[in-house]
């Protein structure tokens, strides 16, 4: 089974607007440090965003007053909703704990931002 699935992606302008979701089957979600991250062509996966059990957030620089995580415990979920998406945040957008869990990674779902 795999633990988590990313949805959500699609292709949008810039300035638009996407929410991505991540359904998680991973033992004890409720507790564990969920994080979206991000791999563009030619460069290395980044973490972007996170959430503790507690709640507390945290951002890259590069997405921080634009990006929001947000997660659902009852419904094992994390979200990353963004807005105001800029060409350069066009990636594979992927689910995982924090810190990553190589056999967690996903398919990821494509993010593409048009000028």
């Known amino acids: 089974q795999v633990p988590l699935v990313e949805s959500g992606g699609g292709l949008v302008r810039t300035g638009g607007s996407l929410r991505l979701s991540c359904a998680a089957t991973?033992?004890?979600?409720?507790?564990?440090?969920m994080g979206w991250y991000r791999q563009a062509p030619g460069k290395q996966r980044e973490l972007v965003a996170f959430i503790a059990s507690s709640g507390n957030t945290n951002y890259a620089d590069s997405v921080k007053g634009r990006f929001t995580i947000s997660r659902d415990n009852a419904e094992n979920t994390v979200y990353l909703q963004m807005n105001n998406l800029r060409p350069e945040d066009t990636a594979v957008y992927y689910c995982?704990?924090?810190?990553?869990?190589?056999?967690?990674w996903g398919q990821g779902t494509q993010v593409t931002v048009s000028s």
């Open positions: 991973v033992t004890f979600f409720s507790r564990n440090t």
């Open positions: 995982n704990v924090v810190p990553f869990r190589s056999d967690f």
